[in-house]
């Protein structure tokens, strides 16, 4: 079964090389060439357009940043949609609003092409370890036609309902965890602005009932302020204004995602680098030295 | 070692019910009577105010409601400070501000007593069975006095720094448990409107870099709306102000927090009987319902 | 000189009306056409597609509801862009975002046309007077050419920068009447619920520093739960949503509009009807009625 | 009528000058005392405590910075409710909870005396001219009986409901106030962050219905950032905790206000000096210069 692999970032390069590894012919697709090489040489066959990738495959995997790159990579110049086979599947592990992805699933069927909207947790180390997990939208019987494609990259897929109920429940689960590494950068501030120890906060929290693997690993990496990306911070204001969006149109209010995100974009405005999202933390960086010297008090008005 | 213990409410009386398994004598008195009955038919003995306890023991444990309820147990009419002996310990495990457990403290230095501020955490359930964990603060001298009574009601106990630093992570503590489960019911109310099941998101949550224990345990309750209290919705409201309060004062923003506040306000507003913090849920109840019919959207302005 | 007008909504009605007494030869197009009855029965002319509209305009206004209606009529099929005659002018009277507006200027200059963001201000009461306020970005030359034809529906235009500061300008401006709305709600929410006048409230604020012509007139009505539309509150949100995207574009946190936004998402999922952005205050009906009989509070924990 | 004052702060100083000049025997107390020189040269006679300015006054006006300054001043040793003369009317300027406001009312009862709450608006430029407004709580008749006293200082009062009516109209005002001054900093961010010149915000702001005599006043001083403190930040801060406070025990959120007060908090921490409320526009100080550089985004995941 020939599988195309559009978008060789953080996440789609190790997806590429672990299905290599799986047996399964590969053709990729990549804004920036450059970013291919090491797939390549890892046998995978280049293509000189999305629609090119279609065109030789059977599961067509889409994986960019944000809902312009695929728009860009299904619908632009030579994109993928005009290419699709009848009969093949276009599996988009992108996480982009529901709306865009049942639009994807029309331009699919108008094509005779399947469709699943399958965005994927785990971050780059699930990638590499071929441990991610899919929320899929989308019918069960192409879900199963594509099973052992997705094996080769992940353990496990849920399947969460029609199409758009995969990149659903993939906003509400990123809105849990920038929500949970915002309060732990909360805590963290405060603790540190009142004159407490931030490693003890975080003992404190390994033997409480708010423990959670992403404060396990969040948690130490905020205390030595080491921000290398592992899911950028970008990426993760991104999805933030994707719930945001989708609860607005539901007329549904987030009411602490909405100030987690203003946060995120503050902490965005900081920083020229790419870093990971757990730089939140950067927010409190002047208030909270500030803090430390409180404003004094008078006793008349 | 003879112990005293004020206040029975749901976190005291367990863990009075522990002291007395221990082998401790101890001696009791809580705002309404009736609430010590079980205690008493156990083997404690009665006082008459909190003075009378503080005047028969060498540990004094507090755990009353809010910082009003310490202030009356501690300064009020036959208060608990003027019955200290030279050389007690006052433990209080309240929830207060550290401003006012260092007030305490210096109370309790002026007669020559010792004072930990020893909040717990853990819940109802941890006080059964006597796995709370205790956040200290004070001398690790004074604390080593006491390990033998926190032993008998708690698995572990935390020395964070000087007076008030055990309730300053206690507030950050609490913060972040609010913090998951508003995540949590803003995640629900998000998919259940956009009409994916909610019991889905768990099993996802289940499987990520995002699930906790308190995520475990408060998770399928909101989703069978079972609101029954373990830890009451008031006192986590009560909690979020005095974090939020400390912040104020150290001139530190916390937007989720303050975000998650409000809806906690909010869900307070709606109930009239006591109910579990996880009832925050509550918030979306009517605009979740409302969101499945989203207002239509004209074309031009 | 021939002016086109697309779009015949709450606002395009009353400008083209005011553009026809000035004595302009006024070409129309609106997706419903049932709309532009009274407008051709005061002399307007029909056309059959944006397109029509742009070839036979030297001016061609568009006001349309949101940015993807907007995309429609000048991109869409028969959209105005490829009708454009080289040295006429579009003048974009829609809110959206600053990077529509520059984009919408660059397919223009493809065309040899000339291009205004120009959203405005006043609401349907300034449409019909004539009274509107234009924020104006572009070219001052630009600007003085289509003068007159401003002039015809409004009374003042401010020239705020290059293509895109029109629509940042109006942006801020709605981001600020939105939270002068939504502080007017909150505080008769307050007072209500504490069992004070909320009519006193209002007599006090038009004595204070804080009174406002908004507030002048949304007050009353608020009171009067008369939250029948003048700008509509689907319109706010989305202008909220646009003044937050495009924060987040720029790093830039904006705490208090990203609160008011949840706000406005839940009035929007009360309501089936459309009624005007002061209905916020419908997000605190219940919870207001509830907040009368505050929970109890118990002494001990 | 021997009138006396408590408090010769920033409000107290013009308030007992213009007593003085209405022909007032003023007998004044301050905490510290080197603030009174002006008053007493003025011809006002200094006690030495609260408790002998009530001894010796028909009306007794208090007026300092927060609750426990009141608490101070009434309850404290030597405190002006042990000294209240039956008959004598005490009227609280200060602005603190209607709960406080409620007690300090029972105590006077407890002493044959009355009580007003009646917290002003108009700020220090009010005060010194003579037009304060006071928002009052309680009962009409003894309004009545202090009105030649209350216009001495001001230019109107409104009656507004029982004893703690006058504090919870005060409160909701100045969250309005604070709201209104965030929206403006928050909308000169954005437009700044954008490129786009803040002065002329300003011209459209002037020109549009949010105009309002607090912005006319703070804007420009926020463009010149000069935050010479005419109501104090900390002052501003201290109400938004006591509205906030208020509506927590109410069941009532107050999403936007809760967002501003965290904003005024991070402001608060960043700076020394005492500030006016319009300093909060320091918030964005940092953020608005580092969003002038966007993070850059790419293409793929």
Redesign the interface.
């Given at each position: 079964m020939p599988v195309g692999l559009i978008?060789?970032?953080?996440?789609?390069k190790p997806m590429a090389l672990n299905l290599l590894r799986a047996g399964f012919a590969v053709t990729v697709w990549?804004?920036?060439r450059t970013?291919a090489d090491e797939v390549l040489r890892a046998g995978a066959r280049w293509a000189d357009s999305p629609r090119e990738v279609a065109a030789g495959s059977d599961v067509v995997i889409t994986?960019?940043?944000?809902p312009p790159?695929l728009e860009?990579v299904l619908w632009g110049e030579m994109g993928a949609v005009t290419g699709l086979r009848p009969g093949s599947v276009l599996v988009d592990?992108?996480?982009v609003s529901?709306a865009l992805a049942r639009r994807a699933a029309e331009a699919c069927a108008a094509r005779g092409a399947d469709f699943l909207d399958a965005p994927v947790?785990?971050?780059t180390w699930g990638a590499e370890k071929g441990e991610l997990?899919f929320?899929v939208g989308g019918k069960a019987e192409v879900l199963r036609r594509v099973e052992p494609v997705l094996a080769a990259m992940g353990k496990?897929w849920?399947l969460?309902?029609p199409h758009?109920?995969g990149q659903?429940?993939k906003?509400?689960?990123n809105?849990?965890?920038a929500?949970?590494v915002?309060?732990?950068a909360?805590?963290?501030?405060?603790?540190s602005?009142?004159?407490?120890?931030a490693e003890?906060?975080l003992?404190?929290?390994a033997?409480?009932?708010?423990?959670?693997?992403?404060?396990d690993?969040k948690g130490p990496l905020m205390l030595q302020r080491n921000f290398a990306p592992s899911f950028p911070l970008?990426?993760m204001?991104k999805d933030l204004?994707l719930?945001?969006?989708?609860?607005?149109?539901?007329?549904?209010?987030?009411?602490?995602?909405?100030?987690?995100?203003?946060?995120y974009?503050?902490?965005?405005?900081?920083?020229?680098e790419?870093v990971d999202y757990c730089a939140v933390a950067r927010f409190?960086e002047?208030?909270?030295t500030?803090?430390?010297?409180?404003?004094?008090?008078?006793?008349?008005?």
């Open positions: 978008g060789l970032g953080l996440m789609g990549n804004r920036t970013r994986i960019v940043s944000d790159a860009q592990s992108s996480t529901p947790t785990g971050g997990v929320m496990r849920f969460l309902g758009g109920a659903t429940v906003l509400a689960m809105a849990i965890l929500l949970q915002q309060a732990l909360e805590a963290l501030a405060l603790v602005a009142a004159g407490v120890s003890r906060l003992e404190v929290l033997a409480s009932m708010a423990r959670a693997p992403v404060l690993i970008r990426l204001h204004s719930a945001l969006e989708l609860a607005g149109q539901l007329g549904l209010p987030l009411p602490a995602t909405a100030a987690a995100r203003e946060t974009s503050a902490a965005k405005g900081l920083v020229r790419d409190w002047r208030t909270a500030a803090g430390e010297r409180p404003t004094g008090s008078v006793g008349d008005t």
